[in-house]
């Protein structure tokens, strides 16, 4: 059996008079919180290279990131893990780098590098929210941005809390694995968002851990019941639920069928 090669992608496009100091700052987290505790073998382009150790660095500009693509298509395969994250700037056009939004043709790339078992998308620059179409045509996929399409200005209402450490992230199944649900459960419950953060996955994503509800489907005899499975759910999870009564004259009429 083949194992599974996990590659994650972070690229900040900050440079020249564009930079920030946060967008280095979501980098940092990522590497330090998440990519690196969890055995991913990171690639990094970004206007300085992070503390938090990358196994591949290159500089931030356009020049850089190719070279990084250049590379990684070369390395990733068919049995890869794969996580791409993306920061900085972005316009409806693309995502910026220096000073250049259209970079229509470097996110098609992105949306080729080869993998087999499940991709994760982040995009926290503005407009991220747009390109999700880009990437969830492909299967095995969860997209999620800070935004939609239409907004600015919102990377750092969600980034700081996506990839905090593991242990401020509530394990709201119990299974001793935070996933990305939990994760964006967490960056959004109870904290004041101005943006329309998508957190979408195609028919062929599945992810990790133990699943919100069992596979056998169970009875619910009150309210109390119904409001704790309902708590279950995290965003991007969907319950179905018949509802029925003994003294419904048309639910026996069809009962069982």
Request: charge should be negative.
């Amino acid at each position: 059996m083949v194992e599974t090669k996990k590659i994650a992608v972070i690229i900040n496009g900050d440079t020249g008079s564009l930079q920030l100091e946060y967008h280095r700052e979501n980098v940092e987290r990522a590497l330090q919180n998440v990519l690196n505790p969890e055995g991913y073998e990171t690639w990094v382009a970004s206007p300085s290279k992070p503390s938090a150790p990358a196994d591949h660095y290159f500089s931030g500009d356009r020049e850089g990131v190719q070279e990084l693509l250049d590379q990684l298509s070369k390395t990733a395969g068919s049995n890869t893990e794969l996580v791409i994250y993306t920061t900085g700037h972005g316009d409806v056009e693309g995502f910026c780098l220096e000073e250049d939004c259209k970079t229509e043709d470097l996110l098609t790339r992105l949306d080729a590098l080869p993998f087999e078992k499940k991709r994760v998308v982040v995009m926290d620059q503005c407009y991220g929210g747009g390109f999700g179409k880009l990437f969830l045509d492909n299967p095995k996929t969860l997209f999620t941005s800070a935004g939609s399409r239409g907004e600015t200005d919102i990377c750092q209402e969600i980034a700081p809390y996506l990839w905090a450490p593991v242990k401020e992230v509530p394990d709201e199944n119990k299974d001793g694995v935070i996933s990305w649900e939990e994760r964006f459960d967490y960056a959004l419950k109870g904290r004041p968002i101005s943006s329309e953060p998508q957190f979408v996955f195609s028919p062929g994503y599945v992810e990790g851990g133990k699943p919100a509800f069992p596979e056998k489907v169970s009875e619910i005899t009150d309210n109390a019941g119904l409001k704790e499975a309902l708590g279950q759910l995290h965003p991007g999870q969907y319950g179905v639920i018949t509802f029925s009564a003994d003294w419904c004259g048309p639910c026996q009429k069809y009962k069982p069928v």
